[in-house]
């Protein structure tokens, strides 16, 4: 293990999600969802096959014994997307960075309710906190009077409904990863959201200009690129020290939208988002010490079995 390598390589592949979300949203005036989704999927592949070239598994990297797996994950995991793309258009990019954090709390939830995870009531306790904050955030785009912004009240249920599908495309994830190699589950999920994405063409794509091009292909290459380095952070550190890396997303969002879209975040945003994020870090937390309770709990019979 390389701690501080997988830390970098996560703090990087964030940035470059970021980066990615940015210029999908800017592109957003000129393109519809279901084609910002296609660009995304399929600029990326080629960054990822030639990261299995490099790695010398292109051979058998994209191989799979579970295909309907893929096939699932990749529907879930395309529908998380479309709709975040959706609420890129219509919400600041700050606000749907934290209502994206209800993802991984949801995670916990439908784990335990489809893998038969336990969860007990520290767990329990702090995605509850965590869906108080994301209910906040959500809490001024709420409003069905005269006066709300109806646009933006879509662009919030548009995001919490693919922060769902997001959770459950990591259910997916997580049972695929006892038969899958990392790489296939990489490749077979772009592949899947590109052809998935041209279902969405009799709603209409458009011919966009130059600059929206030019964005659009870009945020695949980075997805591509994100991808990568998100996969190879998990290879040098414990998944539960990258985590929280996870959000420093917020930082960047809010930066990106400050200086580059002149969003000004609410304090509404910000304590739902302070909110969030404690409770994400509080179960990252809670798994890293349990996960070291197992490993000592497994040395010390390994001990005993052996005398």
């Avoid at 809010?254 to 002149?262: A, H, N, Q, T």
Wanted: proline content about 4%; some cysteine; glycine content about 10%.
């Amino acid at each position: 293990m390389q701690p501080l390598r997988g830390i970098t390589y996560k703090i990087v592949s964030v940035m470059v999600f970021v980066g990615m979300s940015s210029l999908v949203k800017a592109a957003s005036g000129e393109v519809p969802p279901g084609q910002a989704v296609f660009f995304r999927s399929f600029f990326a592949l080629p960054i990822i096959i030639g990261w299995l070239a490099m790695r010398h598994e292109l051979r058998h990297g994209w191989k799979t014994a579970h295909p309907m797996g893929h096939v699932w994950r990749g529907l879930v995991g395309t529908c998380a997307m479309g709709l975040g793309f959706a609420g890129l258009g219509l919400l600041p990019l700050p606000e749907v960075t934290a209502i994206g954090y209800a993802a991984p709390l949801l995670v916990v939830i439908f784990a335990a309710m489809f893998l038969n995870e336990e969860v007990r009531a520290f767990r329990l306790s702090a995605v509850a906190l965590g869906l108080v904050g994301v209910l906040i955030v959500l809490s001024p785009r709420l409003s069905l009077g005269a006066e709300a912004d109806h646009a933006q009240t879509l662009g919030a249920v548009l995001v919490l409904m693919g922060a769902v599908c997001a959770a459950l495309a990591q259910v997916f994830v997580r049972k695929l990863v006892f038969t899958e190699d990392t790489a296939a589950i990489v490749f077979w999920f772009s592949v899947t959201a590109t052809l998935l994405s041209l279902l969405t063409l009799p709603w209409g794509w458009a011919w966009p200009g130059l600059a929206a091009w030019v964005m659009l292909i870009m945020a695949g290459l980075l997805g591509g690129i994100g991808q990568i380095f998100l996969t190879s952070s998990y290879r040098f550190a414990d998944a539960s020290l990258v985590a929280p890396f996870d959000y420093t997303s917020m930082i960047l969002a809010l930066l990106v939208g400050y200086f580059v879209f002149d969003e000004v975040p609410t304090v509404t945003m910000m304590i739902g988002a302070a909110i969030v994020i404690a409770a994400g870090v509080m179960i990252i937390l809670r798994e890293r010490h349990l996960g070291l309770k197992r490993a000592r709990q497994r040395k010390v019979t390994g001990t005993i079995g052996h005398n």
